[in-house]
């Protein structure tokens, strides 16, 4: 069966310092993979979509990057935080098809 | 592309009792519409889904109905418990783009009062 990891869980991080989140899948081959935000109390702000090694797509422009370096690996990352960078990360995987799975998410914390 | 509009926000009903909450879609090529429900400090979980070549599907307690007619789409959950209560959010793949072009409602507090 299909597995979706995320770490780390929880992250506080300050203003202006780097980001990386990762997102790795297991069980499937060729995945696509998506990066979403939630915000406190609202729905999912898809980030980022790749459908293979190398290819990212993004959705809303913003100082975060993503980047897929191995077929199941996906990593979110930022050179520098905003405050407004806070929220709960999802990451989800489908087979190509309709269905999207979602990982456990990263609650991060910028102070 | 998509829009979905989900109400309500929070929904409270009673244990046992049944709960509907309903999402209107504008794109009528979309085809795809997951349900998901997310716990507290968890990701969104798929509970139901249905493709509009159908237009009602049952799974337990839970059922989804769809009219394609009108562009919207509805969970039912009977025989409500403690346990159902989540953050439910429904979705709409449209038919226009990549991604697999999921888009998302805001989301419905359900509260199950014992």
């Known amino acids: 069966s299909q597995t979706i990891h995320q770490w780390p869980a929880t992250l506080v991080q300050p203003v202006g310092s780097p980001l990386s989140l990762e997102c790795t899948v297991e069980?499937?081959?060729?995945?696509?993979l998506y990066w979403y935000r939630q915000a406190a109390g609202r729905g999912l702000q898809l980030l980022f979509y790749s459908v293979g090694i190398g290819q990212i797509s993004s959705e809303v422009p913003q100082n975060l990057s993503a980047s897929r370096p191995q077929d199941r690996q996906f990593i979110l990352s930022s050179k520098k935080l905003l405050l407004s960078d806070s929220g709960f990360y999802l990451c989800?995987?489908?087979?190509?098809?309709?269905?999207?799975?979602f990982g456990p998410g990263t609650r991060l914390l910028v102070l | 592309g998509e829009n979905v509009e989900q109400h309500p926000s929070t929904l409270s009903v009673q244990e046992g009792d049944s709960a509907v909450i309903k999402c209107t879609y504008s794109d009528s090529a979309s085809n795809y519409f997951p349900w998901y429900k997310q716990e507290l400090g968890k990701g969104p979980q798929l509970i139901i889904d249905i493709r509009s070549n159908v237009g009602e599907k049952k799974d337990q307690r839970i059922a989804v109905t769809l009219n394609k007619t009108a562009k919207h789409f509805s969970l039912h959950i009977t025989e409500t418990q403690p346990e159902d209560s989540a953050v439910y959010f429904c979705?709409?793949?449209w038919g226009g783009g990549g991604a697999d072009g999921l888009t998302f409602g805001k989301g419905t507090h359900l509260i199950i009062q014992p």
């Open positions: 979705a709409a793949r």
């Open positions: 069980g499937t081959s060729n995945p696509n």
């Open positions: 989800a995987w489908s087979a190509g098809g309709e269905t999207q799975y």
